[in-house]
């Protein structure tokens, strides 16, 4: 199994947070491949400079020292994130669900709006 973490679940995991659960740390913890989107920091990107978000590293640091995989958005991504149902109008949401159903991953995810296309999804 590969897993793509939306950008909450990343965050909650360098943050080591409570609201990541037990189970969940786990299979992160112990799946081989597990990446983080170029959406999602993009994503925090904006919400620093909106004075939304602050952290201590830059979030490429944060990915880095995680030694999680960076996943770059293809334009096959962005073509199939254009022609997903609008269930869910959150442009880096929905890159994370293209990118999940190109790339064959799980999205690890807090957010009930997923659940409404057809990728795999581990609940937060």
Known sequence: MNLILDTHVFLWWRLDSSRLKRDVRKTISTTEVVMVSAASAWEVAI??????????ESFAALVEDSEFEELPI??????RAGILP????????????????LEGATVVTHDRHFRDYDVPILWV
């Open 47 to 56: 919400k620093q400079g909106l004075g939304r978000l602050r952290l201590q």
């Open 74 to 79: 293809t334009i096959r991504h962005a073509e």
């Open 86 to 101: 609008l269930h869910h109008t959150d442009p880096f949401d929905r890159m994370l669900i293209a990118q999940a159903s």
